[in-house]
């Protein structure tokens, strides 16, 4: 049985006060806490078994290697993906797309077409608009209805030969709409497109299964997955990462290295150059671990749970609008209330211990899309709690009492 | 006139009577809902202070020496923080704005107002009128 109590216990930060009160951490959109069994690998790495990967012929080394492929394994299994050497180490998600946007320039030409969304956080917008800057590449944007859905009709209209890439989200940070990315996938492999999707919110939310969805690349952060920070993914498809040229060059990405001709190494280490983040990747493996033994089941219960339950009570507050009421929603919401900036909201919540994010979330073309300068934004995570939606509910009706 | 200095004493006085943060943010919203409307011919993309989460609109002009500040933001609380500003600098000479030792942010316990990213805005603020001041000293 699901005891959120028991799961909170493994996550230290959440015992501390702010400002007085008992954290209420909201922000899970933004990062997550950590598990100790993150904190504790990270500090027995340090202690126990540093050295750097791949290159030392001793013990440590050989140690170091072990644990840091393991957790590649151990992410190969949890999102379904074919091949080991599919998994590419980043910083994180933002890292993840610029590594492919970049390496996409010398693969498009001029007049072919990227196609992306008016959800997208501006890490999967900006990447592109630069891509198409230097390849002469032209960006076409799928237009977004007033629930927070996509326009499928409108994509449809949008795709034609000349779509080479279609880079889209799984879930929106800003309004939560869990996008049907099997059949945007499937619609842009018929004219033969390939589809890249930021799963940054998704990853600890929803079971993935690359090999079903078909998608040829897909990219997300450990940090907003209860793990460490500075440590993403990039999945690909052996062909399509066998086509993209090398992001940065150094040690490690080689195999060999002359003044006349360099050639690179194999997959995944094309990619990865310079010394990684290895007590980050050791250490994500505590937190895949963790998500998995819960199991997608458990989670999506217990968030949609709170997600549904948020959402009720903050309703009933006059004033109140929601922004994204798509069908399939994650855990955030975002709202403002009648007359009230949302900054002000924050600043108040936030001296009643309630941490949440406000402002345009990094999707400044959503805001626009809305005509607002901003939202409130609550985003939940598996161990937050019934308790701390009454305290956020209570704390937003003395915040809005105060600024009225 | 009370120089800047004076000014600064008062307003930690008044900071001082408060209790709790509620009373302090109370009264930074009433000092943010009093601010005098700004001209909304100044409401304008270059007068906008860049660095905030909130939008602030700050007009500067010079009267016989002096600088007048008028200004305005969508976000209660920060008007709370420009009003608070504009009551320490407007109508003071460009010279004594632009030397002005401003630490009364810290002491009235608005610290957190000077954390990172707000604090960009807060700074900028005050940068913004510290340049105004100098560009319009003649």
């Known amino acids: 049985m699901f005891e959120v109590d028991k799961i909170r216990e493994r996550f230290p930060i959440l015992k501390r006060e702010v400002n007085g009160r008992d954290l209420v951490y909201f922000d899970n959109g933004a990062s997550t806490q950590k598990l100790q069994s993150v904190i504790d690998t990270v500090s027995n790495y340090y202690k126990e078994e540093n050295s750097n990967v791949h290159r030392g012929v001793h013990f440590l080394s050989g140690l170091a290697t072990d644990k840091f492929e393991e957790t590649r394994e151990v992410i190969r299994e949890f999102i379904g993906a074919e091949h080991t050497h599919e998994i590419i180490f980043t910083k994180g998600t933002t890292d993840s797309i610029n590594l492919v946007a970049s390496g996409f320039r010398s693969l498009l030409n001029k007049g072919d077409e990227i196609i992306i969304s008016e959800l997208e956080h501006h890490s999967n917008i900006v990447p592109w608009q630069m891509c198409c800057e230097y390849s002469g590449a032209v960006l076409k944007i799928i237009p977004l209805k007033d629930n927070g859905e996509l326009e499928v009709n409108k994509f449809e209209s949008l795709l034609s030969k000349k779509t080479k890439l279609v880079a889209l989200s799984h879930i929106s940070n800003s309004l939560g709409t869990i996008n049907p990315i099997k059949e945007f996938i499937e619609k842009a492999h018929k004219i033969g497109a390939r589809v890249l999707i930021d799963g940054a919110q998704a990853a600890s939310h929803i079971s993935l299964n690359m090999q079903e969805l078909d998608v040829d690349m897909y990219c997300f952060s450990a940090h907003k997955m209860y793990g460490p920070t500075g440590v993403g993914v990039l999945y690909g498809k052996e062909d399509i990462l066998n086509e993209i040229p090398p992001y940065q060059g150094g040690g490690e990405m080689i195999k060999d290295v002359s003044f006349k001709k360099t050639t690179y190494a194999c997959l995944p280490h094309k990619f990865e150059a310079g010394t990684p983040n290895i007590a980050g990747v050791i250490a994500f493996k505590s937190a895949i671990e963790f998500i998995s033994d819960l199991g997608f089941n458990t989670i999506a219960e217990h968030e949609n749970y709170l997600l549904e339950y948020a959402t009720q009570e903050i309703l009933k507050i006059e004033g109140v609008k929601i922004y994204g009421t798509s069908e399939k929603k994650s855990g955030i919401i975002s709202f403002n209330i009648e007359g009230i900036h949302p900054y002000d909201i924050g600043v108040l919540l936030d001296k009643m211990g309630v941490a949440i994010r406000t402002g345009h979330h990094c999707t400044q073309p959503i805001m626009e899309r809305f005509n607002i300068p901003g939202t409130a934004r609550i985003s939940l995570a598996i161990y937050n709690t019934k308790e701390e939606i009454d305290v956020c509910i209570e704390s937003i009706k003395k915040a809005k009492q105060m600024l009225s | ?138």
């Open chain 2, 1 to 138: 006139m009370q120089t800047i200095e004076e000014i600064q004493e008062e307003i930690l006085e008044d900071f001082d009577m408060f209790e709790d943060w509620i009373q302090k943010y109370e009264y930074l919203i009433d000092l943010g809902k009093d601010l005098p409307a700004i001209d909304e011919k100044y409401k304008i993309e270059e007068n906008l202070i860049k660095g905030c989460q909130s939008r602030v609109w700050l007009h500067a002009e010079e009267n016989s020496g002096n600088i007048i500040f008028s200004a305005d933001s969508d976000a209660i609380m920060t008007k709370g923080i420009v009003a608070l500003l504009i009551r320490l600098l407007s109508g003071q000479s460009a010279n004594d704005i632009a030397h002005a030792d401003l630490d009364f942010i810290n002491k009235i316990g608005l610290k957190e107002q000077l954390s990172a990213t707000r604090a960009n805005g807060l700074l900028s603020m005050i940068k913004q009128m510290k340049l105004y001041a100098i560009a319009l000293d003649k």
